[in-house]
T-cell receptor, first 113, second 115 residues
Framework: GQSLEQPSEVTAVEGAIVQINCTYQTSGFYGLSWYQQHDGGAPTFLSYNALDGLEETGRFSSFLSRSDSYGYLLLQELQMKDSASYFC??????????????FGKGTKLSVKP | EPEVTQTPSHQVTQMGQEVILRCVPISNHLYFYWYRQILGQKVEFLVSFYNNEISEKSEIFDDQFSVERPDGSNFTLKIRSTKLEDSAMYFCAQRGGRETYNEQFFGPGTRLTVL
């Protein structure tokens, strides 16, 4: 089966940089995705890594290393509105259909003034 | 920008009753998914649907669950005989089109409460 591990909580101050790590165990997958979820809201897509390396999208960057079974989400210039839960997810897995997401348990980020 | 919508936003039902959750997808997107999220826990994959057929389902998606596209556009998840542990947020999602193929667009969810 597949499993993804993330820290349960992270706290940072406004303007800082925070890194949320994700380690995974799987027999194979197409990509690692990151989703943001505010309390009571739906997950919203942030980033996707199919290949090893860094993907940058504005203040958010995501990294994948398949050889280390590891990825991270980097949030820069933190704002209060970034307080939310962040989930890493395996996107599709070998032997199954493409696309269905297997999520980690999520990291609750609290941004303090 | 088109959005996935879901109805109802909140459904309260008695244990053993049938519920139907509805999703109105973005047109021209082909892959559909249902997920659930028990309060405070992770999002869990239930089932994927492509070309009007189930393409994959998880262990959670047992015989009491079914999905249909009754009118070719709307998309439903039916739970035949609800149990207390079915209380959760249920999200439908769609895979993006060519430019956003690696993204999934989630609806706002239906909060199901089983009493």
């Amino acid at each position: 089966g597949q499993s993804l591990e993330q820290p349960s909580e992270v706290t940072a101050v406004e303007g800082a940089i925070v890194q949320i790590n994700c380690t995974y165990q799987t027999s194979g997958f197409y990509g690692l995705s990151w989703y943001q979820q505010h309390d009571g809201g739906a997950p919203t897509f942030l980033s996707y890594n199919a290949l090893d390396g860094l993907e940058e999208t504005g203040r958010f960057s995501s990294f994948l290393s398949r050889s280390d079974s590891y990825g991270y989400l980097l949030l820069q210039e933190l704002q209060m509105k970034d307080s939310a839960s962040y989930f890493c997810a395996i996107s599709g897995h070998y032997g199954g259909s493409q696309g269905n997401l297997i999520f980690g348990k999520g990291t609750k980020l609290s941004v303090k003034p | 920008e088109p959005e996935v919508t879901q109805t109802p936003s909140h459904q309260v039902t008695q244990m053993g009753q049938e519920v139907i959750l509805r999703c109105v997808p973005i047109s021209n997107h082909l892959y559909f998914y249902w997920y659930r999220q028990i309060l405070g826990q992770k999002v869990e994959f239930l089932v994927s649907f492509y070309n009007n057929e189930i393409s994959e389902k998880s262990e959670i998606f047992d015989d009491q669950f079914s999905v249909e596209r009754p009118d070719g556009s709307n998309f439903t998840l039916k739970i035949r005989s609800t149990k207390l542990e079915d209380s959760a947020m249920y999200f439908c999602a769609q895979r993006g089109g060519r430019e956003t193929y690696n993204e999934q667009f989630f609806g706002p969810g239906t909060r199901l409460t089983v009493l």
